[in-house]
């Protein structure tokens, strides 16, 4: 018992660890506003939107090719490759800040590109293990905890007089070193045992006709949850990228170590929500369990929009609950949803290739809504934009989320066979 145990907290630290120092490469750039670069470069003061317009372009192109590359992906290969796509976007950062203005969004793009497989190379060590929804509970807390951190560290960057150009290179490098050493840790953790595999079910890399054979057996129920899951990255992705924004138009001076301050409680909620899912071990029961806490978090979005609304909480209270609600279906389909559904159905899938899947989608549909917000009516007014996108969101979610759970109660697959029973299914 105290082996299994040792493994999974080893695993916890160097998976939460290695993400988090990722973000040290991703996020800190929007710790500033770039107003003044964008009048130098005569695009005006809404140049930042452009910079992370680039970088998600990135991202999301990273995650349409890493359904393919996350999903064939051999464990042997993991971290040389993770390595050096870190090494990639440090680079990235260092000739975005000596490329002139407006070229050197091109940059970030890279940046982005080579960031946005990170996620599933770490992932990759992790799930599959009867601890997979504690151990990526912990993994999605590092990035939910790291984007109000490296802002944090971006923001101080500045105020010692890093130039907002050079503030991302100088912030990337800062994390690099312990990056490769946490690396080194995922690469000691053991694969998944004989218990995990006849619990969780055994994971294998897919080709392409398997890829598209085990999304078309569970079409209806996987696009359900990803209209969830694309509709919530599209809230998360704006109310971390735009924080400071956000904050200002809560009335708040924005305080480099806020940002911080208020993910922490967020990520320590959801740590807890869904670390604890572990403790169920039948797996059906944790599917359902999981959508629960995820229709929960929609609801809490909406009570968070009342709260502000009624004057019954203040920009504190109103960004922690609506971070906290807006999480917990986010973080559900990293831990729980995916990790459960192949679990009770017994495929011979990885959750690598149904997160990209589904993060494509996410960041697709972020691109969309980021390109087109300068001609929504709102569109001057962003805390006003946010609020109605969170509307939207919470509302559209809870339907999406209703129709998975009806279809999969019904436990059939797209040719009507019933789920295959596993051995976590048949305990009580």
């Not at 000739?95 to 890279?110: K, S």
């Not at 601890?131 to 999605?140: D, I, N, Q, R």
């Not at 949850?225 to 735009?242: H, K, Q």
């Not at 979005?301 to 917990?328: D, I, N, P, Q, S």
């Amino acid at each position: 018992m105290a082996r299994p145990m040792v493994t999974s907290m080893w695993a916890l630290v160097a998976a939460f660890g290695a993400y988090a120092c990722m973000y040290g490469l991703r996020k800190p750039f929007t710790a500033a506003s770039f107003e003044s670069v964008g009048v130098a470069a005569g695009v005006g003061i809404g140049f930042k939107a452009w910079l992370v317009i680039a970088q998600v372009l990135g991202y999301t192109l990273a995650k349409i090719l890493g359904v393919k590359i996350i999903a064939e992906m051999r464990p042997a290969r993991r971290a040389a490759t993770l390595l050096g796509l870190v090494g990639a976007a440090e680079l990235a950062l260092v000739l975005f800040a000596v490329t002139p203005p407006p070229y050197h969004c091109a940059w970030l793009f890279l940046n982005g590109l080579s960031l946005g497989l990170v996620f599933g190379l770490v992932l990759g060590f992790l799930e599959g293990r009867c601890s997979t929804e504690l151990l990526v509970a912990g993994l999605c807390a590092s990035f939910i905890l790291a984007d109000g951190a490296t802002k944090s560290v971006g923001a101080s960057l500045l105020v010692a007089g890093v130039s907002e150009l050079w503030m991302p290179a100088v912030a990337g490098s800062l994390f690099l070193g312990p990056l490769a050493g946490f690396v080194w840790m995922l690469q000691q953790v053991p694969p998944p045992s004989v218990a995990d595999v006849e619990e969780r079910a055994a994971r294998r890399p897919l080709n392409g006709d398997a890829r598209w054979a085990l999304f078309w057996r569970y079409a209806f129920g996987l696009s359900a949850v990803t209209l969830t899951y694309v509709l919530v990255t599209i809230l998360r992705s704006l109310r971390a990228d735009f924080a400071p924004e956000l904050w200002r138009g809560l009335g708040t001076s924005v305080a480099p170590s806020v940002f911080a301050k208020s993910e922490f409680w967020v990520a320590l909620g959801v740590l807890a929500a869904h670390g604890l899912m572990v403790l169920v071990r039948n797996n059906r029961v944790a599917f359902f369990l999981g959508l629960g806490v995820s229709a929960a978090g929609l609801g809490l979005v909406g009570v968070a929009l009342v709260a502000w609304e009624t004057g019954r909480c203040g920009a504190f209270g109103f960004m922690v609950l609506l971070g906290f609600g807006m999480y917990l279906p986010y973080v559900a389909v990293h831990t729980t949803l995916f990790e459960r559904l192949l679990a009770m159905t017994r495929e011979q899938g990885n959750l690598g290739y149904l997160m990209y899947l589904a993060d494509a989608a996410g960041y697709l549909g972020y691109v969309l809504v980021m390109t087109g917000h300068w001609i929504w009516p709102v569109a001057s007014d962003f805390l006003g934009f946010f609020k109605l996108v969170s509307w939207v969101v919470a509302s559209v979610s809870m339907l999406a989320i209703a129709l998975a759970a009806v279809y999969f109660a019904r436990g059939g697959d797209a040719e009507g066979q019933k789920f295959n029973a596993s051995p976590a299914d048949s305990s009580s």
